[in-house]
């Protein structure tokens, strides 16, 4: 019952420092063991697409984004959790692949669903990486807005909130 959480957070703490290999391995463990189609697996592909695009690996991003896509639309039709979680990562990829419109027009779709699943981390991301793609996109104005609103919706942001909008 721990095995697969701790796995899930020692890749995430190795792909936060960089340590892409051992990310990997642990990844690697962890699609064996969880199951298919399940809410867990997004997370995980997830988390393998996250480092695909930290490792530059554009078409491997690619492929595991098709994958999650259908994984999370046949499980609550893509309000999962994880579902929801992955449209973070998406965002972040379509914006790192110069589709900066269909990545803003995702994260502005996603808010109101975020919004019902009352994850305020979630939300205070999805509306800062909105607000990013809105002002490149030439809507500065809309994402200032935007940006103000996740900054004060928070009465005490993380610390990692507070510089991602600084």
Not at 141 to 154: F, I, T, Y
Request: charged letters at 25%.
């Amino acid at each position: 019952e721990l095995r697969i959480p701790a796995l899930g957070n020692f890749a995430h703490i190795k792909l936060a420092s960089e340590s892409h290999e051992d990310a990997e391995t642990a990844l690697g463990e962890l699609v064996r063991v969880v199951r298919k189609g399940g809410g867990t697996e997004i997370g995980v592909r997830d988390t393998q697409m996250q480092l695909a695009m930290a490792a530059g690996n554009i078409a491997l991003a690619a492929s595991l984004s098709e994958e999650i896509q259908t994984i999370s639309e046949n499980l609550e039709g893509g309000y999962s959790y994880y579902g929801l979680w992955y449209l973070h990562t998406r965002v972040k990829w379509l914006y790192h692949t110069e589709r900066v419109e269909t990545g803003v027009a995702v994260a502005l779709d996603a808010l109101p669903r975020i919004e019902r699943m009352a994850d305020r981390n979630l939300l205070s991301r999805m509306q800062l990486l909105a607000a990013e793609g809105l002002g490149r996109i030439g809507r500065e104005s809309e994402g200032a807005r935007l940006m103000a609103h996740a900054v004060s919706a928070n009465p005490d942001p993380p610390l990692e909130l507070m510089a991602e909008a600084s």
